[in-house]
Each structure stands twice: as C-alpha cells, then as structure tokens.
C-alpha cells in the first residue's frame, strides 16, 4: 500500500488552512451564542455600525475569506523580502568568490561557498564539484541545480495561485447561501413578506462576493508578479554562477609544460 507524503511546506500550508477555519468556525459559533443571549434576556436593539453590520453580514465565510487574507499579506511580505537579488546573490559572497578566483584559492573558494546557503552559492558549488569530470558535466550540474532551486521558489508561492482560484469559489459559497436565504424567506412568508430579511440574504450574497474576489484579484496578480521575479532571479544568478564556474575552471586546468626536445 502506498503511502501519500506531503512535503513539510505543503504540510504547513495545510495546517494553517485548516486553524483559520477552526478558529473563524469558533468565533462564529461564541457570536451566535452572544447575541441568542442577549435576545433571551430582551436586550433592546440598538443602531450598528457599518463595520458591525459587514461582520454580521459576512459571517463563518468572510471570516474565513477573511483569516485567508491575512495569510496571503503574510505570504506576500514574505515574498518580496526572500525574492531579491540581493538575497539570491549577495553582493559580499561575490566580491569574495570573485577575489578568491583571482588569487587562485580554489580551496577557501569552497569554504566561503559551502558557509553560504544563497541561489547563487548553491548552484556554483554545484558546478565545481563536478569540475573532475570537466566543464561541460559542471556546467550541466549547475544548471540541474538551479532548475531544482528555481522549482523549490515557485512552489513557495503556488499558494497565491490557489488563493486565486478559491476566493470566487469562496465567494460562490456565500452567494448561493445568501440567495437561499432570501428565497426561503419568500417561500415561507405566506401573506406578509419581511422584506428585511429578504434584502439581509441578499446583502449577504454580495458581500461574500465581493469578498471572495477581493481576495482572487490581488492573489493572481502577485502570483504572476512574484513568478516572473523568480524567472528574473533565476537567469542572473545562473549566469553569474557560469560566469564564475568558467574562471574556477581556468584556475583548475592543469598546466600543459613546453614540449619535451
């Protein structure tokens, strides 16, 4: 029998998932509890505010829609301070390895390469591990390398191209709830229609709407956005690898002496 593994980032994106919606599946559940409270103990009605009523309207699902939206800002933050050049390739570590391939220190080359834990460092130290095997087997591992590294940071942001694509689905969900809501008001109303909770269902459909493509927009720009940052990242740092893997290479080659007389 084989077993599904999911991986430790797909594993906490999955947890996280589910706390937001235990936690908004709570907190909906103590505000139900709070106001049938209020409403035994006969409670007068007072005037809300626009925000309390959105809340009131929104319910379980925008709350929900809601905790996902903080999760795709915190996704966000996380993406524009990882997806850098800067962080990719850091300058000092290629002003080191730059100086070192001048000064023909192949082994504190190595050293300062193996410390580091950037793209660039990673992919290079790729390279000139299969240097044995010449240039063109190094330069196929380089390239192998940060094929893996450029997969490994695109998966880092599928969760946006998700969020886009569950919000109108999210925002679905509420609409069809509110509009069953109206309906069945109609439908039991007999004689006298409450028109109140008519126009609540119907403030609640489009709210959760609305909502759900709140979320959907942003999510799909920043998915395409942060893509084409990787791929950006991606090819200016492998070709600044290549660049320094074509030096090591140079600095490795052994010398070919004078022809014997």
Do not use: C
Request: charged share 20%; net charge neutral.
């Amino acid at each position: 029998m084989r077993r599904l593994l999911l991986s430790p980032h797909k594993l906490r994106e999955s947890l996280l998932l589910i706390f937001f919606f235990l936690t908004t599946l709570g907190l909906s559940t103590l505000t139900a509890i709070a106001q049938e409270g209020a409403a035994a103990e006969g409670v007068p009605a007072t005037e809300t505010s626009f925000l309390f009523w959105l809340v009131n309207v929104s319910g379980p699902i925008g709350g929900f829609i809601f905790l996902l939206s903080i999760y795709f800002g915190s996704v966000t933050i996380r993406s524009f301070m990882e997806l850098r050049m800067a962080v990719a390739a850091p300058p000092e570590i290629l002003t080191t390895t730059t100086t070192l391939i001048e000064e023909k220190n192949a082994r504190d080359l190595v050293t300062v390469l193996q410390a580091d834990n950037s793209y660039f460092s990673q992919v290079l130290l790729a390279g000139i591990s299969e240097l044995k095997f010449g240039l063109e087997e190094a330069r196929e591992k380089l390239e192998r390398k940060a094929e893996a590294i450029t997969g490994s940071m695109e998966r880092g942001i599928s969760i946006l191209a998700v969020l886009g694509t569950l919000g109108p689905m999210i925002g679905l969900l509420g609409t069809l709830k509110g509009m069953i809501s109206s309906f069945s008001v109609i439908a039991m109303s007999g004689v006298q229609m409450d028109a109140g909770k008519v126009a609540e269902g119907i403030s609640e459909a489009l709210v959760l709407t609305f909502e759900g493509v709140a979320l959907s927009v942003p999510a799909i720009y920043f998915y395409s956005f942060f893509r084409n940052r990787i791929s950006m990242i991606s090819m200016e740092t492998t070709l600044l690898a290549d660049d320094q893997l074509r030096a090591t290479s140079r600095l490795l080659r052994p010398k070919v002496g004078p022809p014997a007389q």
